[in-house]
């Protein structure tokens, strides 16, 4: 090598030394981004976060419950039981019979606080199929029970009941309508109160708990009409 070209050669090399050492300036100290690994979150390795309790209301007249999260997720009730299908499949007809009785009231009541208890029973009970009906076709289910006799549910009142109903007018037909409506909702509130007790269905829950009060306090108006 001649002396030229050692020149040239210890240039170059100084050159590159500098480049190498302006790269590692402008990275900066502690600065290593390259080779830092991905972040557990990017990767979906993160370890689970505990999630805040839950609260879960508790059943009608009871207090609500403070649970973790992962035990309310692991132990999640079923949607609804068996006996909130035999529920809704008893209270269709039951309501129904109700609906019948309280048509006959306008055209056959003396009393005018007989028809209008037969109204506010019309009203109320009338969406309540449709919503019960409903309840069931959600869910794929029928509303019949095969072999089922609905004459045998509580409240329910005998095709000569009815008949005898359908057949009385003024004074007559208000004693028979307030006795047979008060022991029709009586054995609604029963129905619903044994409902509230074993059903798992949250919607039903509620709609039991509806029937049970508004029916109880229309058993009060009815035995009002009839005090002496």
Do not use: C
Not at 42 to 56: E, L, Q, W, Y
Not at 83 to 107: C, F, G, K, N, S
């Amino acid at each position: 090598m001649t002396g030229r070209q050692g020149r040239v050669w210890l240039a170059v090399t100084a050159l590159v030394v500098l480049l190498v050492g302006a790269g590692v300036a402008l990275a900066g100290p502690g600065d290593d981004t390259a080779a830092a690994p991905a972040s557990p979150s990017a990767t979906g390795s993160a370890p689970p976060v505990d999630a805040p309790p839950v609260v879960v209301p508790g059943r009608p007249g009871e207090p609500a419950a403070t649970r973790a999260a992962q035990e309310v997720r692991d132990a999640a009730p079923p949607r609804y039981n068996g006996l909130d299908v035999w529920y809704v499949r008893m209270m269709i007809p039951h309501h129904q019979q109700a609906v019948e009785m309280a048509t006959l009231a306008p055209d056959r009541a003396a009393d005018p606080r007989v028809r209008a208890v037969a109204d506010r029973i019309r009203a109320a009970q009338g969406p309540e199929i449709g919503v019960l009906r409903g309840w069931l076709d959600t869910r794929g289910l029928d509303a019949q029970v095969p072999g089922h006799d609905h004459g045998a549910m509580r409240g329910m009142q005998s095709a000569e009941a009815m008949r005898q109903l359908a057949a009385a007018r003024g004074a007559d037909f208000d004693r028979l309508f307030v006795r047979m409506m008060t022991a029709h909702h009586e054995g609604a509130v029963v129905m619903s109160t044994d409902l509230l007790k074993v059903g798992a269905d949250q919607t039903l829950q509620e709609f039991a708990n509806g029937v049970a009060s508004e029916q109880s306090a229309e058993i009060a108006r009815l035995r009002e009409l009839i005090a002496p």
